[in-house]
Structures are given as C-alpha cells and as structure tokens.
C-alpha cells in the first residue's frame, strides 16, 4: 500500500469532497500565502517553508472560498483574503506552542522546538504582520476591521487561557467566553469576508455560521484530548490535563464527581508535572463522571444551530459543502 493510501482516512475523504467545489482556488490560496510571507531574510524564508508545510487541512480557508461561492459568483479578492485568515491561524499556533512549550504539531516540530522560543514569538508576529500588510493591500476597510478585530479578540482569548487553570473555578460560562474568543472568532471572520466577496445577502447567516461552527470544532477538538492518542492527533495525548488547562468535559463532570475523584482532579492541577497514570486516572474520572457525553451533546446542539442558519442559503453544491463541514467537524478524529 502506498504511503498516501495509507495517510487517507474517511475524515480525509471528508475533507476533500467539502473542499471540491473550489478545489482550484484552494491551490491558488497556497501560492497567495507563500507570496504574503516571502522574505529575503534566510532565516524568515527557512522558518516559513516549514510552517507552511505544516499549514494543515486549510479548513479555515475552504470557509472563506465556499462562502464567496454561495451565489456562485465570488469575487477573486476572497483569494487574499483566505490567505490572510490562515496565516493568522498559524500565527496563533506558533504562539500557543511558544506559549505552551509544545514539542510536536500535527506531528511535526514545532518552531519553538525546531529552532527556538525567541524565533517562535518574533515569527508569530511576523505572520501577523505580512498579513495586516496584505489586507491593506486588498484595500477595503471592512475587512480590515473586521480582522483586525479578530486579531485583538486572539490575543484577549489566549489571555483569558492562561487564566484557565483552576479545576474547580473555571465555570461554564468561562469556557465558552474562551472558545468564542479563541477559535470561533477567527471561523467566524472566515465566513464573514467570504460572504463579503460574493454573497452579501447573507453575511449574518454565514458570520453566525463560522461562529456556531468554531464553538463547535473547539469542542470536538476538547474532547480528542480525552479520546484519542497521539498517533491520531500528531501531539501528546492528555496535554490539556498535563498543560493544566480546564476544558468543557471537566467542567460538565465536577458536579457528578465523588469526593474520592474530585482529591484526584485536585491532585493533578496541585502537580507541576503530573504523571501518565494521574492524567490517565483523570480522564477515567472524567469519562466515568458523563463528562465526555455531556460536552458531546453540547457541541451538537452547537452544530445544529450552525445547519439552522443555513436554510436560507440557495440550494447548490456549495451549501451541501457547508452543511457537510458542520459534520465534518462533529465527526473527526484528528
């Protein structure tokens, strides 16, 4: 079996046919990105080729082109403009790991463990930058607001994660302020600029969307770190419990945690490098307590807000595309 067999997955397949129908601007994006971040500093161009092959699945990107695409005329500056989103998207990875001290990304080294955690925090803000510059040169001062705001709510939200890490202080309402904050906000924006370049109508149902879609791809994205082992997710299995980072699934256990489990879950955020059988005991406790199910079920009425707001749209290939990420989201493993 060839290697690229072996790397395609039902989620890949997935994935490829939400991105079909604009496959061919999707490649255009890759090249508008490697464009924006183009430098003749060796060490910005290594650092570059790197993250850019670790760019991921483009998802964020895909939003933006689908979204331009709902009246099935979109407008070619939504090419810049998918551009710009993921490149703030990697910014925000290459600080959350500088943040975080993380070693692997989508199995990958990270910046800050390939080169060094000076190198990460200036490249993060060197993505920034490229991609402020070159929504300047889109030249409309909506988008700019837009993410510029976006880049700001960011920045708040991974203030608002270095704050998370109480086991029994950090609150429901909290959560989803972070969440909001830390990954739907840049969804949202995605969806938003897209409707901007080619189907205005509907820019409320698609910001709405983006945003329902980030809450709810942040959910899943919670509950891998409890289900999934690092040979699925490209990076240590645990690491939010290891990181000290409270998540929904804790958060809709505690009420139903026996004093016995609740000294465990104590115990881990006491530890400064909790161990595996601690961190797998916590999860145990987690998914024993519903906490697992209940953050599942969450993240599913999430998602069916997000298919909700869609109704509207025109029926095409393209709306299909868009109710089939909501799913898509739902259903990964990685």
Do not use: W
């Amino acid at each position: 079996m060839s290697t690229a067999a072996r790397q395609r997955t039902p989620a890949t397949d997935a994935l490829r046919a939400i991105q079909a129908p604009v496959r061919d601007r999707l490649e255009l994006v890759v090249h508008e990105m490697h464009t924006i971040v183009s430098s003749d500093l060796p060490m910005i161009e290594q650092v570059s080729a790197h993250l850019l092959r670790m760019r991921g699945k483009m998802f964020r990107p895909t939003l933006t082109l689908l979204a331009s695409a709902v009246e099935g005329q979109p407008d070619q500056r939504a090419i810049q403009l998918a551009a710009v989103v993921e490149l703030m998207h990697l910014a925000t990875l290459v600080h959350d790991d500088s943040v975080d001290h993380s070693v692997l990304r989508r199995g990958l080294p990270t910046v800050n463990s390939l080169f060094s955690h000076q190198v990460s925090v200036i490249m993060g803000d060197f993505l920034y930058t490229r991609a402020h510059r070159a929504l300047v040169e889109v030249g409309d001062l909506e988008f700019l607001r837009i993410l510029t705001t976006v880049a700001n709510e960011l920045t708040i939200g991974e203030m608002r994660q270095l704050g998370a890490l109480d086991g029994v202080e950090f609150s429901e309402d909290d959560y989803f302020a972070l969440i909001r904050a830390k990954t739907a906000v840049l969804v949202s924006a995605a969806c938003e600029t897209g409707a901007l370049c080619g189907a205005p109508l509907y820019r409320s149902n698609l910001k709405r969307y983006g945003e329902l879609l980030g809450m709810s791809f942040q959910i899943a994205d919670d509950i891998l770190d409890y289900t999934s082992d690092s040979t699925v997710t490209g990076k240590p299995s645990g690491l939010d419990l290891r990181e000290h980072k409270v998540t929904l699934p804790l958060i809709l256990a505690r009420p139903q945690l026996t004093p016995a489990s609740r000294r465990r879950v104590d115990e881990l955020f006491a530890t400064e490098n909790p161990d595996e059988r601690l961190i797998n005991d916590v999860v145990a406790i987690v998914a024993d307590a519903g906490g697992i199910d209940r953050a599942r079920q969450r993240g599913e009425q999430l998602a069916q807000e997000a298919e909700d707001v869609l109704e509207p749209l025109p029926d095409s290939p393209v709306r299909s595309a868009l109710t089939d990420a909501i799913s898509y989201v739902m259903d990964r493993r990685s």
